[in-house]
Nanobody, 125 residues
């Protein structure tokens, strides 16, 4: 059974940092494109960042470029999202996800096969 479990969310002030972690089990993680998504109340779930199998290709949504960094450790079956210079508009539930074995990066949520349960990130002004 495949499980993705996020951790590291919390309440921080504007300008501070958080590091989200996602631990995977039951899947050959190194074969999967991974991504972080977020969903704010009343809004759709949107891509934040995605990372290729080898870690050499990334995609970031424009609003987080230069502030967030996605990384992975295939030996540990883990993916991370380092979030710096947080803003109130970053407040959302953050989800990690794994897409099927493929090359490159994957942006569309419907192409991701496995999802975590989400972790809340709240940035106060």
């Amino acid at each position: 059974q495949v499980q993705l479990v996020e951790s590291g969310g919390g309440l921080v002030q504007t300008g501070n940092s958080l590091r989200l972690s996602c631990a995977a089990s039951g899947v050959a993680f190194d074969r999967y494109v991974v991504g972080w998504f977020r969903q704010a109340p009343g809004k759709e779930r949107d891509i934040v960042a995605t990372l290729s199998r080898s870690g050499d290709t990334t995609y970031y949504t424009d609003s987080v470029k230069g502030r967030f960094t996605i990384s992975r450790d295939n030996a540990k079956n883990a993916v991370y999202l380092q979030m710096n210079s947080l803003k109130p508009e970053d407040t959302a539930v953050y989800y990690c996800a794994a897409a099927g074995p493929r090359w490159g990066v994957v942006i569309a949520p419907h192409e991701y096969r496995y999802w975590g349960q989400g972790t809340q990130v709240t940035v106060s002004s």
